[in-house]
Structure formats: structure tokens, C-alpha cells
């Protein structure tokens, strides 16, 4: 939002009796006021503040981003020496090696049914026996809800055809359908 003011007033020298703006003509006196008000409300020293804040923070955040990636980097290309209990060596070399074996021996670790590690004749690798679990138990999902919807379309299917044949017996074994075509006949006659 902008204000443009332009006056021309020559009044000589303003007095109000206010010593600020002793000796100034009223044009100074009001361009001096207008500034001093427009500097108290800017508020320029807070937000150059602010801002200046606002970047230090994102500068010692990437810096300190930046030194423990480094850190973890240096970290995992560290080389190491893994022994066993005699003090012979187990493995040899970076830690992200070492991770990487170790994730790649939990999957192919031999695992039962239960995901319990074994030596048995009928032990999976971890991650196989995992999707061999996950189906299994789909496809049984899967069949007890195919079963339920097939059994309720059996069992709607033949509710309608039993309450059917029941009525047509009892309808032939009444003699009701005399009736009803007697009915229907005095019905046809009138409409005739």
C-alpha cells in the first residue's frame, strides 16, 4: 500500500511549542514526523534480524548435517578385523561390508515354519519361508471367503426353489389352482 502526500505550505518557521521540531517550518516538521512514525512501525532492525537468525540456523543445520555424514561415511569405510573366540579372524574389511553380510546371513538363514532358526531337513531360507507364510495364509483367506460366498448363493438358490416347489405342491394338492384360475377367469370376463 502506497501514499504519495504532496503539499506546499509556507508558513515560515512551526512552533507548537514541542522543542523537537523547534525551528523547522511546518513541511519539515510533518515530513520528520511521517518518517519517525514510518521507521517505529516498519520495525527494520527486527526483521533484518530475523532474517539474519533464519539463515544461521540453516547454516549450522547443513553444517552439522553435513560433518555426521561424513562422520557415518568415514565410519563405514573404516576397515575392520572380526575374530573369532580362538582370536582367529572371522572376516576382514569396512564395517559396510560387515553390515552387508550380515543382513544377506539373516536371509538366508534356515528357518522352520515358525521363522525359528534350524538345521532340519525341511528349514527354508528366512525370506522364502516369509512369501512361503504370506501366501499360505491369503490362500486361506482367500478360500474360507470364496467358500462363504459360494455356500450363501447355494443356500439362496435353493431357498427360492424349494419355497417354489413347495407352493406348487400344496397348490395342486389343495385343488388351489382351480381357484386361482377360476379367479382369474371371472377376472378376464369382466374386463371383457
Known amino acids: 500500500m502506497g501514499m504519495t502526500i504532496k503539499t506546499e505550505l509556507d508558513l515560515g518557521d512551526y512552533h507548537d511549542g514541542d522543542s523537537e521540531y523547534e525551528g523547522e517550518t511546518l513541511e519539515q516538521a510533518i515530513i520528520s514526523s511521517i518518517v519517525t512514525e514510518a521507521k517505529s512501525k516498519l520495525n527494520i532492525k527486527e526483521t533484518?534480524?530475523?532474517?539474519?537468525?533464519?539463515?544461521?540456523?540453516?547454516?549450522?543445520?547443513?553444517?552439522?548435517?553435513?560433518?555426521?555424514?561424513?562422520?557415518?561415511e568415514n565410519y563405514l569405510d573404516k576397515e575392520i578385523v572380526v575374530t573369532d573366540k580362538y582370536g582367529e579372524s572371522d572376516f576382514e574389511g569396512t564395517v559396510r561390508q560387515r553390515i552387508n553380510k550380515q543382513f544377506e546371513d539373516v536371509w538366508e538363514q534356515k528357518v522352520d515354519k515358525n521363522l525359528k532358526k534350524t538345521n532340519q531337513y525341511d528349514g527354508k531360507p528366512r525370506f522364502e519361508r516369509m512369501v512361503e507364510n504370506i501366501v499360505s495364509e491369503y490362500s486361506v483367506k482367500f478360500v474360507k471367503d470364496t467358500e462363504k460366498e459360494v455356500?450363501?448363493?447355494?443356500?439362496?438358490q435353493l431357498n427360492g426353489d424349494l419355497k417354489i416347489a413347495i407352493g406348487k405342491g400344496v397348490i395342486e394338492n389343495i385343488g388351489i389352482s382351480k381357484i386361482i384360475d377360476g379367479m382369474r377367469q371371472i377376472g378376464n370376463d369382466q374386463k371383457a
Request: charged residues 35%; negative net charge.
Open 48 to 72: 533484518v534480524d530475523k532474517i539474519i537468525e533464519e539463515q544461521m540456523d540453516m547454516s549450522i543445520k547443513d553444517a552439522i548435517g553435513k560433518w555426521a555424514e561424513n562422520l557415518i
Open 151 to 156: 455356500t450363501e448363493a447355494v443356500k439362496q
